[in-house]
């Protein structure tokens, strides 16, 4: 498969969360939004009306497959402790960020543990796993940017590409006004062997199903 060009690699900062088995509505309210207050709308329609302040976050979500997701342009959240760690419970997640330093990041976490961490381009994860997310997105960077990278090693495990239509399309968008940052920057996720507070060391234990190849959603 062949991605189609995607402006994602050309944003300042983001933060994409992409989550297996959930709702769209599930992966909103993991982010504290009032889902009733919701609204299916194109890219130019939600902007349109959005009006930003210096603490709210925009959120925009919709399903891949098996898989959900949400994007956020301003003030992003998707990438701390608290709801990294509610999205991947009894199940997998990808985070994928850059903040306004230009640095950029993917995260891989399974079942609440931390299980990859690292920017395209290095050689391995700060936690190394079997799936070598790393070394799969470093094997590209030779030939594309990080971001692009590790949207086809994404693309190649989850079986769909997050594409340009789909990200400018109707998503279910909504506003969190003013979040809980202090508190989701709390409860780190655990990494694969730490030991709980209950004093048993953790492990993913069962693996965690894939979604095979299929078409767009």
Not at 22 to 47: C, H, N, Q
Not at 60 to 88: H, M, Q, V, Y
Not at 200 to 212: N, P, V
Request: with cysteine; proline share 5%; hydrophobic share 35%.
């Amino acid at each position: 498969m062949t991605a189609e060009p995607w402006t994602l690699a050309q944003s300042g900062q983001f933060c994409l969360a992409l989550s297996a088995g959930r709702s769209v509505e599930d992966i909103l309210e993991v982010y504290g939004a009032d889902t009733s207050k919701a609204r299916w709308l194109t890219s130019e329609e939600w902007f349109g009306i959005y009006e930003p302040t210096a603490t709210s976050t925009a959120l925009r979500a919709g399903s891949l497959g098996g898989w959900s997701f949400c994007i956020e342009f301003d003030n992003c959240i998707g990438f701390t402790p608290g709801i990294r760690r509610e999205l991947s419970k009894e199940t997998e997640t990808f985070i994928l960020s850059r903040t306004g330093h230009a640095l950029t990041t993917l995260q891989y976490l399974a079942d609440e543990e931390l299980v990859e961490s690292f920017e395209p381009g290095s050689d391995t994860s700060s936690v190394p796993s079997g799936h070598d997310f790393a070394g799969r997105v470093k094997r590209l960077t030779d030939s594309s940017d990080g971001v692009t990278a590790c949207l086809e090693v994404l693309a190649e495990y989850t079986g769909h590409y997050l594409t340009t239509a789909l990200l400018h399309g109707p998503l279910l968008s909504v506003t969190v006004q003013d979040p809980d940052r202090e508190g989701l920057t709390r409860a780190e996720p655990n990494r694969p062997g730490e030991t709980t507070t209950a004093g048993t060391a953790t492990s993913l234990g069962r693996r965690l199903g894939t979604i095979g190849p299929g078409a767009d959603a």
